[in-house]
């Protein structure tokens, strides 16, 4: 009968923690045929030992303890070197007809995870996924069950040993949609648990994986740790997600209302009869409208830039609509240049916009850390609050609370009724004073540069701030690029922000070279 040799130390699951390294506790002997595989080990995949194990099992034994948890039959579920206990399986099986001894295997019996299965789970992912041939896949899928069987202490321990951010759990479930191929691609291109993750929720972006996996290779090439090109390149992709989704609503709503979609191109050779119904009018020659324009069988669609329907008629001859009398323009050089320009402005508009989710995503981790603020940062909020430059005092003047608290992260009453002041909702102290003075000038700041579109008083003129930043603006982002690069790279400006600062850069290299 298969029996365990009792530790020389008794070890209960009061007597040990969940953080107790195994190194700490004594292993028994185990006959092991007493073990099978436990229901949560995290391997699903590979899940024989190979020839080579058999071979050097049935030669010296199990050299490394394997790691069981009791079972209700009397018997122990392996959670961690489930291959080894089957390779000494078939080796004890053949050892009378091959000569070589019978032998048991060495086990921690880990009394303490009875009945936590999750961290059972948890624990054998990370000895699997530190060994050959766990499939991205099953890490991924242990990782997600693992951590929603965990109460929130625990999920917070499981977080941190996996490298991922909180709530990460919750999406990585949706990464295992991703192909093999793609895991593979993702596994080998350096992307950790939480980045697989991030590049599934993105994955329908055309070119979201070679451009994270060219981000990250940037990233992984400045060795300093940081992520910021990955930040931004996410950023873009995220916005440009959000645009396929606008799309497909409006898609969607002329699918809904039986209103055909016209194509954005018409193939060469063909004629394209369709023409919007401004430039149309009635065989009596009043202006046609899309309300009095629906009963037309020829009502149909095309999409503008911002994926808004723009009305057409396909075919106004054959339904008896007018063409505005107008001289037919002639496509020039400057034609063609406008609209190149309406394109360029169209692009620099949409990434100035995502580029504010990392900067704002950057400066929010800098005031809620415990560490101190970089003298750089509280210096720069103590200028604004001494200067008090025009945007700062007109955004300070409108009492908005929202941008600030976000940056903290201090959740507000929703009813305005229960509104309190912000300074009775944060944590004022003389550590935290300087976190909290510049969440508050970085959220005028963001304010101030919410939109690509501002107003340039000196020429009293429309201005795009990503080719017209003031001096202001500018330093901010200089700051925040600095302040990125002394925090191991975990910043950086985007390339619509470097275009933004080009100008304010030659300056300052002009300013020195007269110093000089």
């Given at each position: 009968?298969a029996?365990?040799?009792?530790?020389?130390?008794?070890?209960?699951?009061?007597?040990?923690?969940?953080?107790?390294?195994?190194?700490?506790?004594?292993?028994?002997?185990?006959?092991?045929?007493?073990?099978?595989?436990?229901?949560?080990?995290?391997?699903?995949?590979?899940?024989?030992?190979?020839?080579?194990?058999?071979?050097?099992?049935?030669?010296?034994?199990?050299?490394?303890?394997?790691?069981?948890?009791?079972l209700?039959?009397?018997?122990?579920g392996?959670?961690?070197?489930?291959?080894?206990?089957?390779?000494?399986?078939?080796?004890?099986?053949?050892?009378?007809?091959?000569?070589?001894?019978?032998?048991?295997?060495?086990?921690?019996?880990?009394?303490?995870?009875?009945?936590?299965d999750?961290?059972?789970?948890?624990?054998?992912?990370?000895?699997?996924?530190?060994?050959?041939?766990?499939?991205?896949?099953?890490?991924?899928?242990?990782?997600?069950?693992?951590?929603?069987?965990?109460n929130?202490?625990?999920?917070?321990?499981?977080?941190?040993?996996?490298?991922?951010?909180?709530?990460?759990?919750?999406?990585?479930?949706?990464?295992?949609?991703?192909?093999?191929?793609?895991?593979?691609?993702?596994?080998?291109?350096?992307?950790?648990?939480?980045?697989?993750?991030?590049?599934?929720?993105v994955?329908?972006?055309?070119?979201?994986?070679?451009?994270?996996l060219?981000?990250?290779?940037?990233?992984?090439?400045?060795?300093?740790g940081?992520?910021?090109?990955?930040?931004?390149?996410?950023?873009?992709?995220?916005?440009e997600?959000?645009?396929q989704?606008?799309?497909?609503?409006?898609?969607?709503a002329?699918?809904?209302?039986?209103?055909?979609?016209?194509?954005?191109?018409?193939?060469?050779?063909?004629?394209?009869?369709?023409?919007?119904?401004?430039?149309?009018?009635t065989?009596?020659?009043?202006?046609?409208?899309?309300?009095?324009?629906?009963?037309?069988?020829?009502?149909?669609a095309?999409?503008?830039?911002?994926?808004?329907?723009?009305?057409?008629?396909?075919?106004?001859?054959?339904?008896?609509?007018?063409?505005?009398?107008?001289?037919?323009?002639?496509?020039?050089?400057?034609?063609?240049?406008?609209?190149?320009?309406?394109?360029?402005?169209?692009?620099?508009?949409?990434?100035w916009?995502?580029?504010?989710?990392?900067?704002?995503?950057?400066?929010?981790?800098?005031?809620?850390?415990?560490?101190?603020?970089?003298?750089?940062?509280?210096?720069?909020?103590?200028?604004?609050?001494?200067?008090?430059?025009?945007?700062?005092?007109?955004?300070?003047?409108?009492?908005?609370?929202?941008?600030?608290?976000?940056?903290?992260?201090?959740?507000?009453?929703?009813s305005?009724?229960?509104?309190?002041?912000?300074?009775?909702?944060?944590?004022?102290?003389?550590?935290?004073?300087?976190?909290?003075?510049?969440?508050?000038?970085?959220?005028?700041?963001?304010?101030?540069?919410?939109?690509?579109?501002?107003?340039?008083?000196?020429?009293?003129?429309?201005?795009?701030?990503?080719?017209?930043?003031?001096?202001?603006?500018?330093?901010?982002?200089?700051?925040?690029?600095?302040?990125?690069?002394?925090?191991?790279?975990?910043?950086?400006?985007?390339?619509?922000?470097?275009?933004?600062?080009?100008?304010?850069?030659?300056?300052?290299?002009?300013?020195?070279?007269?110093?000089?």
């Open positions: 009968m029996t365990a040799t009792t530790p020389t130390t008794e070890q209960t699951a009061d007597a040990v923690p969940v953080d107790t390294a195994e190194a700490e506790l004594t292993a028994v002997l185990l006959d092991p045929e007493v073990i099978v595989r436990d229901e949560f080990n995290a391997r699903e995949h590979d899940r024989e030992p190979d020839s080579d194990l058999i071979s050097s099992v049935k030669a010296v034994g199990v050299q490394d303890p394997i790691s069981v948890r009791p209700p039959d009397g018997t122990y392996a959670f961690k070197g489930w291959r080894r206990t089957q390779a000494a399986q078939i080796a004890n099986a053949t050892a009378e007809a091959e000569g070589h001894p019978q032998r048991q295997i060495r086990a921690f019996v880990r009394t303490d995870l009875v009945g936590r999750a961290w059972t789970r948890f624990l054998s992912l990370i000895e699997n996924d530190q060994r050959e041939n766990m499939s991205t896949r099953d890490t991924l899928k242990a990782a997600e069950l693992s951590l929603i069987g965990m929130e202490v625990e999920q917070k321990a499981a977080a941190k040993a996996l490298g991922l951010k909180r709530g990460t759990g919750k999406r990585l479930g949706r990464a295992q949609r991703l192909s093999d191929s793609a895991l593979r691609r993702a596994s080998a291109g350096g992307m950790d648990l939480e980045q697989m993750a991030t590049l599934a929720e994955a329908d972006v055309p070119g979201a994986e070679d451009r994270l060219r981000a990250l290779a940037k990233d992984q090439d400045a060795e300093d940081g992520r910021g090109h990955w930040d931004q390149v996410l950023a873009l992709l995220k916005s997600q959000e645009d989704r606008t799309r497909a609503k409006t898609v969607a002329l699918e809904k209302a039986e209103i055909p979609l016209l194509p954005s191109h018409v193939p060469y050779g063909q004629k394209d009869t369709a023409r919007p119904i401004t430039e149309l009018t065989s009596l020659g009043n202006t046609l409208t899309e309300d009095n324009h629906k009963g037309c069988p020829g009502h149909s095309r999409l503008d830039e911002d994926h808004q329907p723009v009305w057409f008629c396909a075919d106004p001859a054959a339904h008896g609509h007018k063409v505005r009398p107008k001289p037919k323009p002639q496509k020039t050089e400057h034609d063609e240049a406008k609209a190149a320009e309406r394109a360029r402005i169209t692009a620099c508009n949409r990434a916009k995502a580029a504010a989710g990392p900067r704002q995503e950057f400066v929010s981790r800098l005031v809620r850390s415990s560490k101190t603020l970089p003298e750089e940062a509280w210096r720069f909020a103590a200028g604004m609050l001494l200067d008090l430059p025009r945007f700062y005092s007109k955004w300070a003047g409108r009492s908005e609370i929202e941008g600030t608290a976000a940056l903290l992260g201090v959740n507000l009453p929703e305005p009724f229960e509104r309190a002041p912000l300074s009775e909702l944060v944590t004022l102290s003389r550590a935290r004073l300087p976190h909290v003075l510049f969440a508050h000038v970085a959220a005028a700041f963001e304010h101030d540069m919410r939109e690509p579109k501002g107003w340039n008083d000196a020429r009293m003129q429309v201005r795009f701030l990503w080719e017209d930043l003031t001096h202001q603006q500018a330093a901010y982002l200089l700051l925040l690029e600095k302040l990125g690069q002394d925090d191991k790279g975990s910043y950086r400006l985007s390339e619509v922000e470097e275009q933004a600062l080009a100008p304010h850069r030659s300056e300052d290299s002009d300013a020195v070279d007269r110093d000089a």
